[in-house]
């Protein structure tokens, strides 16, 4: 596990290779384990692969989104505050484990940020995501979780980094 912790870095430029169904089935999976308040899980975690929509939702985050309309893949992690008051805390612990599976399937991921997040126009980035990935307006959108083969050199933490 330390070897994962250390090798994960965020990746935010990805091969044009398609990440295999195997593998994100694998990272899927762990919606189905990670811990959560009162065990709600309180969370759906939504794949999206189409490059239209993927362009679209890099425009709801001009700044630090970007890179998300040449993404293969992302999950956006969508949160129920009906169903759980500790949402937040239990999709940032979902979206840490998918991170940390997908460094494990060898595939760099990094964490798009969406709830607080403005237009440059200062429009809501939640809403607008949630418009474009037509989630009822009573559901929430905490990140973006984009994944793919890295295209960048990013160095590895060292173990001395955390003696
Ligand atoms: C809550 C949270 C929000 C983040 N939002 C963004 C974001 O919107 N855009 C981005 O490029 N990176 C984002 N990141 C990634 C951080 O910038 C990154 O984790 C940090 O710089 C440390 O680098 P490392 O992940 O390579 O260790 C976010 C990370 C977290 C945990």
């Not at 760099?108 to 809501?124: A, H, L, M, P, Y």
């Not at 418009?131 to 295209?151: F, H, M, Q, T, W």
Request: with cysteine; charged share 35%; net charge neutral.
């Amino acid at each position: 596990m330390l070897k994962t912790l250390l090798e994960r870095r965020s990746i935010r430029k990805y091969k044009e290779k398609e990440v295999e169904k195997e593998k994100m089935n694998q990272i899927l999976a762990v919606g189905k384990v990670a811990p959560s308040g009162k065990n709600k899980k309180p969370w759906e975690l939504m794949p999206i692969k189409d490059n239209k929509i993927l362009k679209k939702l890099s425009m709801v985050k001009p700044k630090g989104g970007l890179f998300l309309a040449e993404a293969p893949i992302c999950i956006a992690i969508i949160g129920n505050e009906e169903i759980s008051d500790t949402w937040v805390e239990d999709c940032s612990i979902v979206s840490t484990f998918i991170q940390l599976e997908a460094c494990n399937q060898g595939l760099g991921s990094c964490w798009v940020q969406i709830k607080n997040r403005f237009t440059k126009d200062d429009e809501d980035a939640e809403i607008l995501t949630k418009e474009i990935l037509e989630i009822p307006s009573n559901k929430r959108v905490l990140c973006i979780i984009a994944l793919g083969y890295s295209d960048e050199e990013k160095l590895a933490y060292k173990e001395a980094d955390i003696l």
